[in-house]
């Protein structure tokens, strides 16, 4: 039988990618740099899967030059690359990679707060760059137990994190577009956005990048919080104004920013923010675990040989191809 056409945009496990091969052809681009567009146009003329780490936009005009594409998966949760109605309107179904990924990401969600409150970062370069003179002149940083973290965002990702911070004596509220039940019954505490902005003294961004939440923190927002406030995004680099957390930092309005995603990524260097010491950024690592992103990998290989098949995807995101793969009999 003939293999079907996938296309590969990141490099693989070689375990996973021999699974994918197995049952496919590859044109494989595992290159860190983006793959040019000529190149992704020319594989995609007779791809039949397409399986992305999350760097190409996904869009009407890619689609029409992929006429044979019958799956796509993307390995992480978040798409917001993807035009999902684009999708749909030609019945391909898209599959993302929820929850294999929920612990990895509170684990650095909860690191990074962790971090910027007790100066782990700001210390180890106190030790390297040969300051440590006295046990009694070294990084301050502030106590967990008995603060309150707000969420902004709190689903699955959420909940994990908050339990961290619980066996820190942390007190937890959150802010959704709706009280959760499931939230509530391990003692989080609704509160509306200004409220958590208000009365929080961590605040973690969790939120999916849409139209309602890029450019959800700016100036006003930074306004509303505490000026001991610690600001911690490990949702989208999209989801706060940049110049004007730079600003909210430099005039103290609030204390400290944890950031594990920018806009754009990689953040650009010669940006002021990188010039300040009350702030901490990693390269988006909140996956970036061995255990979790082979994980990822496979559920995304799951995905692209479920769509070549004509059954459902194990994990999809237009629900509605989805049901149509599940109900259909054949001829």
């Not at 849409?210 to 919080?225: A, D, I, P, S, V």
Request: aromatic share 6%.
């Amino acid at each position: 039988m003939e293999k079907s056409n996938v296309v590969i945009i990141g490099d693989l496990p070689q375990t996973v990618l021999e699974r994918l091969e197995e049952e496919a052809e590859l044109r494989v681009w595992n290159k860190p740099e983006a793959i040019p567009y000529d190149t992704l146009m020319a594989w995609l003329k007779d791809a039949e899967g397409l399986l992305s780490r999350g760097d190409i936009q996904v869009n009407d005009n890619i689609l029409a030059q992929a006429p044979n594409l019958r799956v796509i998966a993307q390995s992480s949760a978040g798409y917001d690359n993807i035009d999902i109605d684009a999708c749909t309107r030609r019945s391909i179904p898209f599959g993302n990679t929820p929850e294999v990924l929920n612990d990895a990401t509170a684990d650095l969600t909860y690191g990074l707060l962790l971090s910027a409150a007790r100066k782990i970062t700001e210390g180890s370069e106190f030790v390297k760059r040969g300051k440590w003179k006295s046990p009694f002149d070294v990084p301050m940083g502030v106590d967990l137990y008995g603060k309150t973290l707000g969420i902004v965002g709190m689903g699955n990702i959420g909940r994990a994190v908050a339990r961290r911070a619980q066996a820190s004596g942390m007190n937890i509220v959150y802010h959704n577009r709706k009280v959760n039940e499931v939230n509530e019954s391990m003692g989080a505490v609704y509160a509306t956005f200004e409220e958590l902005l208000a009365n929080s003294d961590f605040i973690v961004v969790l939120v999916p990048l849409n139209n309602h939440t890029r450019g959800l923190f700016g100036k006003e927002e930074f306004r509303q919080m505490k000026s001991s406030a610690y600001f911690i995004n490990a949702s989208r680099g999209s989801v706060v104004n940049t110049n004007e957390l730079f600003d909210a930092l430099v005039s103290e309005q609030i204390a400290y920013a944890a950031l594990d995603v920018t806009d754009p990524e990689p953040i650009n260097m010669a940006h002021p923010i990188m010039s300040l010491k009350n702030v901490l950024i990693t390269p988006h690592i909140g996956s970036a675990a061995i255990e979790t992103r082979t994980r990822m990998a496979h559920l995304a290989v799951d995905n692209i040989l479920a769509g070549l098949e004509g059954k459902p995807l194990p994990a999809c995101v237009n629900e509605e191809v989805n049901f149509c793969l599940t109900n259909y009999k054949g001829d």
